[in-house]
């Protein structure tokens, strides 16, 4: 016997999904079944919205409801400097730190021989393209510190600096509040290698 | 700055799934974003799907598209016994054995004064009530061998012995396949009681 054919349906749905394997989506799909109905179609439809609603950002290839992206018009922040990440939700980290006040480009990715993501593959036409406007006078990278984050990095790099606008990347160190025993060994070089004078 | 409000809002639905946290429910929010829209079309219809077209068999309290359940209403099995779970997925684990061929009664739950369920919270009334089919001769508890199991499976001994009717409890005792090295205490005391002689 196998399941219901809807509940069976939705653990196949709900298996789509990243990290969820098939016990975890059986016991989502069966926790559905008791959710009140309200909260079950308002799921749905909030899965909808996302795809109808939300569209890249033509600028900056972040998330938005309007193009271009609310951070894109905002004449408050600073057009001087472009902040480059992979994805979206780096976007969100960055700014919950409330600090950066300038703007951001998102990469979609990461460049990654092994899996055949290429420049192409990548929002990094339009970000030569933006590099047009004399505004902008450095482009801070902020791909994660992974094999291919600093591949990227560097790539990018070598793309800009010839244009004479500043390149740089952000520090890498001992996280604060981390205890120097647990630090891995690339995140201690990198803390040596970066230190700086008191 | 917030995320935009539809993807909020699906983060929102995501995190009232259980085990699923805030930063868990932004990357599905996310993926879903990168979701081929006929995938999510069709995640938002299997969720209103299971709530629309699933109940609770009349009979037996188990999952069904159809009421009474597929095994309720199947002549082939045998109507002798009937075996007793806490909840629909252990239909599902059971039956997926292939061995057992009689009938099942779905809890829904567990006696649990710590929650407050009571047994007017389970279905308790309606088992008692099939019990008056002379049919029956066997009560297999198969609640889970938890401390709320075990009170559940030994309330519901009390209730139904006088009637009768047999009541068994699935045996406990080492996993196949485990090592004894790795056993906890309680599963050990619970093998070295119910040896059986070879």
């Known amino acids: 016997m196998q399941y219901p054919a809807p509940i069976a349906k939705l653990i196949n749905s ?34 909808i919205n996302v795809k109808r609603e939300l569209t890249y950002c033509s600028v900056c290839g972040n998330i938005t409801d309007s193009d271009p992206c609310p951070i894109c018009q905002d004449p408050g922040r ?12 780096d976007v969100m980290s960055m700014e919950r730190m409330q600090e950066y006040n300038g703007l951001y480009h998102v990469l979609h990715g990461v460049l990654s021989p092994m899996e055949g993501t290429g420049p192409d593959d990548l ?17 801070i990278i902020a791909t994660n510190a992974t094999a291919e984050g600093e591949a990227t990095a560097m790539y990018l790099a ?25 630090a891995d060994e690339m995140t201690l070089y990198r803390a040596i290698e970066g230190r700086r004078e008191l």
Do not use: C
């Open 14 to 47: 709900f298996t789509k999904l990243p990290g969820i394997g098939s016990k975890t989506a059986a016991r989502l799909a069966f926790y559905v079944l008791d959710m009140p109905e309200r909260d079950v179609l308002e799921f749905a439809q909030n899965l």
């Open 158 to 182: 070598r793309l800009i600096k010839p244009a004479g606008i500043k390149v740089t990347r952000l520090a890498h160190g001992l996280a604060v509040g981390s205890d120097i025993e647990y």
């Open 78 to 89: 600073s057009h001087k400097e472009i902040l480059v990440v992979e994805d979206a939700r």
């Open 123 to 139: 929002n990094i036409a339009s970000l030569i393209k933006r590099l047009e406007d004399p505004t902008i006078e450095e482009v």
